[in-house]
């Protein structure tokens, strides 16, 4: 059995199986968002090298002036997508369950989370 290796860099760069340049630009509008908005709640070392100047932005302005390098991120950093999958912000989930609530069908069955709950 082969030993683990310890001395991986802090960043796995992993590649994506999404064709990120067929992406529809409200999608990578909401992804550049939702990225931006998980950097400014990572803990800086957590934040990969090339994002650290656009995690400085003000919240506001993050996905409008970072955007490109966000989604540059999601897409070549697993580590990056990992944590912005596993931060979701709380109106994300309000806006599912409402939409459920007023738009969903009875019977159905809606999974609203994270996936790692």
């Known amino acids: 059995m082969p030993e683990p290796e310890f001395d991986q860099p802090a960043e796995e760069v992993g590649e994506s199986t999404v064709d990120w340049s067929a992406l529809p630009e409200p999608l990578r509008v909401r992804l550049a968002e939702l990225g931006a908005d998980a950097l400014g709640e990572m803990a800086k070392v957590d934040v990969p090298q090339h994002l650290r100047p656009v995690a400085k932005f003000a919240p ?48 159905e069955i809606y999974n609203v989370g994270g996936g790692n709950e």
Request: glycine share 10%; aromatic share 4%; proline share 0%.
């Open 60 to 107: 506001t302005k993050r996905a409008r002036l970072g955007g490109a390098q966000v989604v540059a991120g999601l897409r070549n950093s697993a580590n990056f997508r990992t944590a912005v999958v596993e931060w979701l912000h709380v109106s994300d989930h309000c806006r599912a369950i409402q939409l459920v609530l007023t738009s969903g069908r009875a019977g």
